[in-house]
T-cell receptor, first 110, second 113 residues
């Protein structure tokens, strides 16, 4: 079983739609969780950290379910500019490396 | 805004040749990572440094890859000899402290022909 698993998509949604991505992780001792965004042929960029209590940043909401070992990302009112690959990222503890999922590709269509 | 610097941006090399990539992390970031990303996949760790020490190189193909961070600042990743399967994006990232996010450079896109 991969450490971090995501549905690769693609998710094709119309502008204004709400879309949700899920991600599961295998290491129950994982402590830090992130969503990164990666545009085609560019480097990954941090979208948001994911906290146990859940957190929201504008149109983006991230949730963590430790019991079920999954993380979610909800995007409301999708924009064309949201088209990208969204990478789920987990860190086991302390100074261990970030472990990436394969990413979920989102295309927002006019 | 501080950035992770990488060079070159693009590199084309013939198989069996040597190739080297350079990374300068954000100033003050003690942790430096080298990741490799194949098209359609997520980044996979090659090596992690804490200052000048290697913390994790379990996934580094040591028969052909080497990495160093001699003064705990910038870092070099080398491949010798390059193989066709090494074609990928090589990403450098740095973190300021434990349990924080990593910031990525623009990457070096390597094509081995």
């Amino acid at each position: 079983r991969k450490e971090v698993e995501q549905d690769p998509g693609p998710f094709n949604v119309p502008e204004g739609a709400t879309v949700a991505f899920n991600c599961t992780y295998s290491n129950s001792a994982s402590q830090s969780f992130f969503w990164y965004r990666q545009d085609c042929r560019k480097e990954p960029k941090l979208l948001m950290s994911v906290y146990s209590s859940g957190n929201e940043d504008g149109r983006f909401t991230a949730q963590l379910n430790r019991a079920s070992q999954y993380i979610s990302l909800l995007i409301r009112d999708s924009k064309l500019s949201d088209s990208a690959t969204y990478l789920c990222v987990v860190r086991a503890s302390g100074n261990t490396p970030l472990v990436f999922g394969k990413g979920t590709r989102l295309s927002v269509i006019a | 805004e501080a950035e992770v610097a990488q060079s070159p941006r693009y590199k084309i090399t013939e198989k069996s040749q040597a190739v080297a990539f350079w990374c300068d992390p954000i100033s003050g970031h003690a942790t430096l990572y080298w990741y490799r990303q194949i098209l359609g996949q997520g980044p996979e760790l090659l090596v992690q440094f804490q200052d000048e020490s290697v913390v994790d190189d379990s996934q580094l193909p040591k028969d052909r890859f080497s990495a160093e961070r001699l003064k705990g600042v910038d870092s070099t990743l080398k491949i010798q000899p390059a193989e066709l399967g090494d074609s990928a994006m090589y990403l450098c990232a740095s973190s300021p402290r434990e349990n924080t996010e990593a910031f990525f450079g623009q990457g070096t896109r390597l094509t081995v022909v």
